[in-house]
């Protein structure tokens, strides 16, 4: 069963999985930020996987050229956004306030610490820890298992905890 607040703005089209937690003034599938695709019909939504928790003040936008995808068993905090085409897989860990730009992939059991910011079209390996305040660029040289951490984001260690 299904847990959404009434504050909660979710548009026509989402797709939603069972048992998940959809917390006070989030907004679900809302037409994408891109000037591109602005006033023109919406063809993709939003899917939130299964035991997905996403917390208050969310914003996940709709995908322009695919459905924009929050896998299962998430855990999304206060105050983030996921942009337009993203993929976010299972078992991702998003601390508050992190910003995730459009056409990302973010990969299974990735933890974003807060306020940490991942730049349109990157894609960030599996079982990555980003810091607190961290920013992902394009030029961010990423492995799986990685712990970055700074502005622009740099490696500082191995996952140990998901070795």
């Not at 993709?44 to 996940?60: A, E, K, L, Q, R």
């Not at 206060?78 to 990302?104: E, F, Q, R, W």
């Not at 973010?106 to 599996?126: A, D, E, F, K």
């Not at 040289?141 to 140990?160: D, I, Q, R």
Request: contains cysteine.
């Amino acid at each position: 069963m299904n847990n959404i607040h009434e504050t909660a703005i979710i548009y026509p089209g989402v797709t939603l999985g069972k048992n998940i937690y959809i917390g006070a003034y989030c907004i679900i599938g809302a037409p994408a930020e891109d000037k591109k695709y602005w006033n023109q019909k919406q063809k993709h939504s939003v899917f939130i996987g299964d035991n997905t928790i996403i917390h208050g003040h969310v914003t996940i936008d709709a995908g322009t050229k695919r459905t924009t995808v929050v896998s299962d068993d998430c855990f999304i905090m206060k105050g983030c956004y996921i942009g337009h085409d993203s993929h976010i897989a299972i078992g991702v860990t998003m601390s508050p306030h992190v910003l995730i730009g459009g056409n990302c992939i973010i990969n299974y059991y990735t933890n974003l610490g807060m306020g940490s910011i991942v730049h349109q079209r990157v894609n960030v390996p599996p079982k990555c820890m980003i810091g607190m305040n961290t920013t992902i660029t394009k030029k961010t040289k990423m492995e799986k298992l990685g712990v970055y951490v700074g502005s622009p984001a740099k490696f500082l260690k191995w996952n140990e905890k998901l070795m």
